[in-house]
């Protein structure tokens, strides 16, 4: 059973940083993508870093200069570092990853039960 489990988030004031990590476990492959989504109150989940294995992390044009996104092959893992939060950054914050079980001939799209980011004063 191939599960993806977040750590991280919280509350943080503007101006603030956190910083977000995702494990994935299970019989796992292979790993193709991996990365973060977001959904606030009212709105659409939206896309916030991707990372295709052995590239560099592709971020959403609202958070460039702000957050990073970095993954470690080796150990299954992806971070998402936030820094000069707003208050328009809150929601609840999904990790993302394509993966190819073991024994398996199906890439699944997983995602982590997501954590909750609020900034606020």
């Known amino acids: 059973q191939v599960q993806l489990v977040e750590s991280g988030g919280g509350l943080v004031q503007p101006g603030g940083s956190l910083r977000l990590s995702c494990a994935a476990s299970g019989s796992i492959f292979s790993i193709r993508t991996m990365g973060w989504y977001r959904q606030a109150p009212g709105k659409q989940r939206e896309l916030v870093a991707l990372?295709?294995?052995?590239?560099?992390?592709n971020l959403a044009d609202s958070v460039k200069g702000r957050f990073t996104s970095s993954r470690d092959n080796a150990k299954n893992t992806v971070s998402l570092r936030m820094n000069s939060l707003k208050p328009e950054d809150t929601a609840v914050y999904y990790c993302?990853?394509?993966?190819?079980?073991?024994?398996?001939?199906?890439?699944?799209?997983?995602w982590g039960q997501g954590t909750q980011v609020t900034v606020s004063s």
């Open positions: 993302n990853a394509d993966i190819l079980p073991g024994g398996s001939s199906n890439w699944g799209h997983y």
């Open positions: 990372i295709i294995s052995g590239g560099s992390a």
